[in-house]
């Protein structure tokens, strides 16, 4: 079992950057892909950015392409999200989820374990 915990959220301003963390209670990350994602409300839920087990291999869907980043230190550390010159429509609930894969799963049906989310909110 994986339980994972986001945090760094919060409310920014239209341009600005926030770094989000994804934490594995209990366990690392050794040989699991982990993937970000993000739902907004009416909408579905969808992928922003994820990285393989050997964090050598990284995905972004295009609305993150150049303004995010994804990165992992080792599998002991947390898994960061860091997002850049925000956007309003990149409001939404942001997710991390884990699968002990070895490439990045681009849908939400390549993961098992989930995180509760944390909230981004940008301001125009």
């Known amino acids: 079992q994986v339980q994972l915990v986001e945090s760094g959220g919060g409310l920014v301003q239209a341009g600005g950057s926030l770094r989000l963390s994804c934490a594995a209670s209990?366990?690392?990350?050794?040989?699991?892909?982990v993937g970000w994602f993000r739902q907004a409300p009416g909408k579905e839920r969808e992928f922003v950015a994820g990285?393989?087990?050997?964090?050598?291999?990284?995905d972004y869907a295009d609305s993150a392409k150049g303004r995010f980043t994804i990165s992992r230190d080792n599998a002991e550390n947390p898994v960061y999200l860091q997002m850049n010159s925000l956007k309003p429509e990149d409001t939404a609930v942001y997710y991390c989820?884990?699968?002990?894969?070895?490439?990045?799963?681009?849908?939400?049906?390549?993961?098992?374990?989930w995180g509760q989310g944390t909230q981004v909110t940008v301001s125009s």
């Open positions: 990285i393989g087990w050997s964090a050598d291999s990284t």
């Open positions: 209990g366990r690392t990350f050794s040989n699991y892909a």
């Open positions: 989820a884990a699968e002990r894969r070895l490439r990045v799963g681009v849908t939400p049906l390549d993961y098992t374990y």
